[in-house]
């Protein structure tokens, strides 16, 4: 029943993901959304992250970010990211992955979407046929309010982590970084 919306795997931030073992198994673009999952929602990119496509890109991997947001939102970001991207991309319609696909001209066996949401980063990912990893959503210290799909999303990962369709993407959480790490 919820098949559809479990990732292939959890990582607790985009920083724990061996993009090298991705490349290794197959895989040569990522797809990542934006908002709380490279920063915080409307957040300008930081240096960290900057550096993180830099040596994604250095393991031989392209990368595209597919957002709902618009271009204005994206352009900020990706100031000093040399990077694809589709905006108003609809999720969690499947339209908006094909196209990323197309973009970065790979078969769907060979991207990984990442995102922070189940009911579009994930759900639409796993529509499109693409494996998916979610993170867990970046808050701010102190912020407490998450929204009652977040409440949803935790009922969801329980059932997640008790079938066989956990860590189907294998090994590929860094050491110090815990698949359950989204809760």
């Not at 991705?22 to 957040?43: E, M, P, S």
Request: net charge positive; aromatic share 10%; with cysteine.
């Amino acid at each position: 029943m919820f098949k559809e919306l479990f990732p292939y795997e959890c990582a607790g931030s985009v920083f724990e993901i061996d993009y090298r073992k991705l490349y290794k198994k197959g895989i040569r673009g990522i797809i990542f959304d934006i908002d709380n999952t490279l920063v915080h929602h409307g957040d300008d990119s930081t240096p960290e992250i900057d550096r993180l496509f830099r040596d994604i890109h250095d393991a031989g991997l392209k990368t595209l970010l597919l957002t709902n947001n618009d271009e204005e939102r994206v352009e900020r970001f990706i100031k000093n990211i040399d990077t694809l991207y589709i905006c108003d991309a609809e999720k969690p319609q499947p339209e908006g992955y094909r196209k990323a696909l197309k973009k970065l001209k790979l078969k769907k066996s060979q991207a990984v979407c990442v995102g922070d949401q189940i009911f579009t980063d994930i759900l639409g990912a796993n529509r499109a046929g693409i494996p998916s990893i979610l993170v867990k959503y970046i808050m701010l210290p102190g912020e407490t309010k998450i929204g009652k799909r977040r409440y949803a999303e935790k009922l969801i990962l329980w059932y997640y982590r008790h079938t066989r369709y956990a860590h189907r993407l294998g090994d590929i959480i860094m050491r110090g970084g815990s698949s359950n790490a989204v809760e």
